[in-house]
């Protein structure tokens, strides 16, 4: 699954001075995600394949963190809910094995929902400020996080048959669930607002 993030950046106020810091902001995305599945035994080894493309959801991101000083342990929960409102769909059948006997192929428009919910610690550190010249703070974090991808898929154009079917005609929903690593970075830009940026790496199991 790739996600581009054309705006993922969060303003909040006095987020330095505060023990509780909400942040809340928009993204735009634009995701690819692939789905295959063998017959029951083993040949061909991919029977079926679903390829989703260009998948642009905008949405809505937050992030609550609790902090007891400028370094210490901290608290994380972050996410965002989406609403993909352009996508499409490339669905492919095969007889033999390695994409191979290609007998069914077909094109769809897809929209749908994508959401990810992380809680997560980490130990704050301050950044020297002969560094940056401003204040900043940089957490390394560890924590669990979800991922639900929901679509629909509307208006097919069957390659073979030459045929298209007006409508809903498929919905799939995917679910990852595993821990991430990463850090967050936090910079002030005046004593009253300041700038924060996230990085995180994913170990998902598919469910």
Known sequence: MRHF?????????????SLLDL???????????SWTIADQDGEPNILSELIWSDLNSISLDFALQHNRQEQGLTATINGYYGI?????????DFLGNDRTGLFSR????????????????GYRFKI?????????????LFGYQ??????????VRDVFSATTTSGAVGKYKAKWTGITLGFDLLL????????????NYHIFDFL
Request: charged share 25%.
């Open 5 to 17: 993030i054309l705006l993922f950046l969060f303003i909040s106020q006095n987020s330095f001075a």
């Open 23 to 33: 942040q809340l902001g928009t993204s735009i995305r634009t995701d690819d995600f």
């Open 84 to 92: 993909i409102f352009q996508g499409k769909n490339r669905d492919d």
């Open 106 to 121: 077909s094109f769809s428009e897809s929209e749908g929902t994508t959401s990810e919910f992380n809680a997560s610690i």
């Open 128 to 140: 020297p400020d002969i560094i940056t010249h401003k204040k900043a703070l940089i957490t390394p």
């Open 146 to 155: 979800q991922d639900i991808l929901d679509i629909e898929d509307f208006n």
């Open 188 to 199: 002030e830009i005046t004593q009253k607002v300041s700038s924060y940026f996230t990085v």
